[in-house]
Nanobody, 125 residues
Framework: QVQLVESGGGLVDAGGSLKLSCAASGRALGSSPMAWFRQTPGNEREFVTNIDWNGLTTYADSVKGRFTISRHSAENTVHLQMNSLKPEDTAVYYC???????????????????WGQGTQVTVSS
């Protein structure tokens, strides 16, 4: 019954920016860890960033300094601002959430209970 819907993906030139959004419905997730992962064909889902109930964030080394995660708990949304995009950022980006509020955010996909369908980000070179 819980649904996460990503939006904002698309085609962008290298060096450009995109902002992804994730809207949750069916359950209030404002106090739950949320995350962004990405995946390319043939590879495992890769951690990008997460955020806890109080706004504490963690970033993968590959995106630190370029990507910023934020959330609006009252709106049940999370966002990913992506700047200085590189061709290697090309992937399907997934929003994820944990069912239990106030739990510790993790960097492995198995820790997350709810997933969006993904949004394609393509960075041209």
């Amino acid at each position: 019954q819980v649904q996460l819907v990503e939006s904002g993906g698309g085609l962008v030139d290298a060096g450009g920016s995109l902002k992804l959004s994730c809207a949750a419905s069916g359950r209030a997730l404002g106090s739950s860890p949320m995350a962004w992962f990405r995946q390319t064909p043939g590879n495992e889902r890769e951690f990008v960033t997460n955020i806890d109930w109080n706004g504490l964030t963690t970033y993968a080394d590959s995106v630190k300094g370029r990507f910023t995660i934020s959330r609006h708990s009252a709106e049940n949304t999370v966002h990913l601002q992506m700047n200085s995009l590189k061709p290697e950022d090309t992937a399907v980006y997934y929003c994820a959430a944990v069912a239990s509020p106030y739990s510790i955010p993790r960097i492995i996909p198995d820790a997350y209970d709810y997933w969006g369908q993904g949004t394609q980000v393509t960075v041209s070179s």
